[in-house]
């Protein structure tokens, strides 16, 4: 079992930052990545930003450049650097951990609101 808690979520104005943290505890054993996801009512949870072990990334185009996810293997924590937000990135933002036997834990998620 693994238990993620993120914080760092808020309310910013447009063109703001904010930065994400989630902190991993449990059995972390053979993660293969760990990401970022968001969802907004009535839409399906779509990925945001996702860190493989190696360190590879790979972004949502409608943040790419704007948003850096970066990892800390020591630590066991995963951050989300959020630059230039725009309304549009208004969603509750979730931490995922997904393991190299396909399973997938998740955070409570954050409230992220960016207003005009």
């Known amino acids: 079992q693994v238990q993620l808690v993120e914080s760092g979520g808020g309310l910013v104005q447009a063109g703001g930052s904010l930065r994400l943290s989630c902190a991993a505890s449990?059995?972390?054993?053979?993660?293969?990545?760990m990401a970022w996801y968001r969802q907004t009512p009535g839409k399906e949870r779509e990925l945001v930003a996702v860190i493989f072990t190696g360190g590879l990334t790979n972004y949502a185009d409608s943040v790419k450049g704007r948003f850096t996810i970066s990892r800390d293997n020591a630590k066991n924590t995963v951050a989300l650097l959020m630059n230039s937000l725009k309304p549009e990135d208004t969603a509750v933002y979730y931490c995922?951990?997904?393991?190299?036997?396909?399973?997938?834990?998740w955070g409570q998620g954050t409230q992220v609101t960016v207003s005009s």
């Open positions: 449990g059995s972390m054993v053979r993660i293969d990545r």
């Open positions: 995922n951990v997904h393991n190299i036997w396909g399973s997938d834990y």
